[in-house]
């Protein structure tokens, strides 16, 4: 397809390009089937991410001195192998800013990214000037992408399409009130004034609807799905150890504590099953929960730690590649989705990475049918998230079936892909191209 033929979508995503970040990994992935579908996608991110050397890539530092000293405390430890020059860096640039700071947080305690908007704002302008976006498409994580959007919106009344990751509003985001009322405004401000916008269950659909009323059909759910892996999948072996693998940060409000008690019922009934089983955590670190849990748990021997598995030069693998390929090994993958009221509008974008394993899920699910739906129906273990019965009556079955080499690939591959979720996206904003008024026009009269 000719350069003439494409249509140009103007992507603000704070979070582009950053390896292993779930947010970015969202976006990130749709962009190869953009461009294989006749889109010409131009990114504007933060400088947390790599600089995208096939798309045009624009990353800026955010206005603010909160979110300039997140974003350089990320950029300078991924450039900067010495430890000690690093923590001097951010200490002499922790001190500048530390007058702005102070101030901001004292009269701005919102997002902490909530000041990239600005730049992302202007660098917009001057792109849409020059390069003449049919849209502007602003996603998630951080809420600032959608801020910008709106701005923009108004400036020149382009077409607006805005992914929402998280629910926005929802029992015991934050205590802080100013954040609230800023995330409750944005969310009207979306509803009201995004051409389509979309959340990634149907839950959290429903309770914006019923919140905003005016969003009417503009409104949609879209599961985002994941590129399949790149390289070749080895066939499953038993090894001498079930494994039981957790990829993934923990948290507080998603954590080891519920799970290892399950652990502990089944070994309860069954204590020889503690010299076959091996619990094996992938990602960030441990929350003071799981710590406790981990602490108390009678067979320290069966968990081992891993931490986050970063990019390696020598074999010119991604942190992503190298955990996709652990993820392909493992006899089973531990899904923790929490046990807040926020899971019942959300589903983790690891189980779409997990599907494309082929693996047996052992999925710990809080009050979220869809989610138990789209598990079940691929034949995976989905409990609640609470039940610690359910829990070690799924251990008992996944061990009598390691014991019998029972655990092959499922040879089902995932219905759940980004080029589906980018077709999706593609149809929706086809038909709003439709109705939109002419670009040129509106712009010339602003």
């Given at each position: 397809?000719?350069d003439?033929?494409?249509?140009?979508?103007?992507?603000?995503?704070?979070?582009?390009n950053m390896?292993?970040?779930?947010?970015?990994?969202?976006?990130t992935?749709?962009?190869?089937?953009l461009?294989?579908?006749?889109?010409?996608p131009?990114?504007?991110?933060?400088?947390?991410?790599?600089?995208?050397?096939?798309?045009?890539?624009?990353q800026v530092?955010?206005?603010?001195?909160?979110a300039?000293?997140?974003?350089?405390?990320?950029?300078?430890?991924?450039?900067?192998?010495?430890?000690?020059?690093?923590?001097?860096?951010?200490?002499?640039?922790?001190?500048?800013?530390?007058?702005?700071i102070?101030?901001?947080?004292l009269?701005?305690?919102?997002?902490t990214?909530w000041?990239?908007?600005?730049?992302?704002?202007?660098?917009?302008?001057?792109?849409?000037r020059?390069?003449n976006?049919v849209?502007?498409?602003?996603?998630?994580g951080?809420?600032?992408?959608?801020?910008a959007?709106?701005?923009?919106?108004r400036?020149?009344?382009?077409p607006?399409?805005?992914?929402?990751?998280?629910?926005?509003?929802?029992?015991?985001?934050t205590?802080?009130?100013?954040?609230?009322?800023?995330s409750?405004w944005?969310?009207?401000?979306i509803?009201k004034?995004?051409?389509?916008?979309?959340?990634?269950?149907?839950?959290?659909?429903?309770?914006?609807?019923?919140?905003?009323p005016?969003?009417?059909?503009?409104?949609?759910?879209?599961?985002p799905?994941?590129?399949?892996?790149?390289?070749?999948?080895?066939?499953?072996?038993?090894?001498?150890?079930?494994?039981?693998?957790?990829?993934?940060?923990?948290?507080?409000?998603?954590?080891?504590?519920?799970?290892l008690?399950?652990?502990?019922?089944?070994?309860?009934?069954?204590?020889?099953?503690a010299?076959?089983?091996?619990?094996?955590?992938?990602?960030?670190?441990?929350?003071?929960?799981?710590?406790?849990?981990?602490?108390?748990?009678?067979?320290?021997?069966?968990?081992?730690?891993?931490?986050?598995?970063?990019?390696?030069?020598?074999?010119?693998?991604?942190?992503?590649?190298?955990?996709?390929k652990r993820?392909?090994?493992?006899?089973?993958?531990?899904?923790?989705?929490?046990?807040?009221?926020?899971?019942?509008?959300?589903?983790?974008?690891?189980?779409?990475?997990?599907?494309?394993?082929?693996?047996p899920?052992?999925?710990?699910?809080?009050?979220?049918?869809?989610?138990?739906?789209?598990?079940?129906?691929?034949?995976?273990?989905?409990v609640?998230a609470?039940?610690?019965?359910?829990?070690?009556?799924?251990?008992?079955?996944?061990h009598?079936?390691?014991?019998?080499?029972?655990l092959?690939?499922?040879?089902?591959?995932?219905?759940?892909?980004?080029e589906?979720?980018?077709?999706?996206?593609i149809?929706?904003?086809?038909?709003?191209?439709?109705?939109?008024?002419d670009?040129?026009t509106?712009?010339?009269?602003?």
């Amino acid at each position: 397809m000719s350069d003439e033929d494409k249509s140009v979508w103007l992507i603000l995503s704070h979070g582009f390009n950053m390896d292993g970040r779930a947010a970015s990994q969202t976006i990130t992935d749709k962009i190869p089937h953009l461009i294989a579908l006749g889109i010409e996608p131009i990114v504007i991110s933060a400088i947390t991410g790599k600089k995208d050397q096939v798309i045009e890539h624009h990353q800026v530092l955010p206005a603010g001195p909160v979110a300039l000293r997140f974003d350089l405390r990320h950029y300078l430890k991924q450039r900067i192998s010495s430890r000690f020059v690093y923590r001097l860096a951010m200490t002499l640039i922790s001190l500048l800013l530390l007058p702005f700071i102070l101030i901001e947080k004292l009269f701005i305690r919102i997002e902490t990214h909530w000041s990239w908007a600005i730049t992302a704002y202007f660098t917009a302008a001057r792109i849409i000037r020059k390069r003449n976006p049919v849209l502007v498409y602003s996603t998630g994580g951080a809420y600032t992408a959608h801020l910008a959007g709106y701005w923009l919106k108004r400036k020149f009344g382009l077409p607006w399409i805005a992914e929402i990751h998280d629910p926005m509003i929802f029992p015991g985001i934050t205590k802080n009130r100013m954040r609230l009322r800023f995330s409750a405004w944005l969310e009207g401000v979306i509803c009201k004034h995004a051409d389509v916008v979309w959340w990634f269950t149907e839950e959290a659909l429903k309770r914006a609807r019923e919140r905003h009323p005016e969003l009417g059909e503009r409104g949609h759910c879209l599961i985002p799905g994941s590129n399949p892996p790149e390289f070749t999948r080895a066939p499953y072996q038993r090894g001498k150890h079930l494994v039981i693998a957790h990829f993934g940060s923990l948290a507080e409000t998603r954590n080891l504590e519920i799970f290892l008690q399950g652990l502990r019922q089944f070994l309860e009934r069954n204590p020889q099953a503690a010299d076959h089983i091996r619990l094996h955590l992938y990602g960030g670190g441990i929350d003071p929960i799981s710590a406790r849990a981990i602490k108390d748990f009678p067979h320290p021997a069966m968990i081992e730690q891993f931490g986050r598995l970063e990019t390696d030069p020598n074999r010119g693998e991604s942190g992503r590649d190298r955990v996709l390929k652990r993820m392909n090994a493992a006899d089973c993958l531990l899904l923790l989705h929490g046990t807040v009221p926020f899971c019942e509008e959300y589903i983790p974008s690891k189980m779409y990475e997990y599907l494309w394993a082929q693996r047996p899920i052992l999925a710990l699910v809080w009050r979220n049918p869809q989610m138990e739906r789209m598990l079940r129906e691929l034949g995976r273990w989905a409990v609640k998230a609470d039940d610690t019965v359910s829990i070690a009556a799924a251990l008992e079955e996944l061990h009598g079936r390691w014991m019998q080499n029972d655990l092959a690939d499922s040879g089902t591959l995932s219905p759940y892909t980004s080029e589906a979720a980018t077709r999706q996206i593609i149809a929706l904003a086809q038909l709003i191209s439709k109705r939109a008024p002419d670009i040129r026009t509106s712009r010339s009269t602003r």
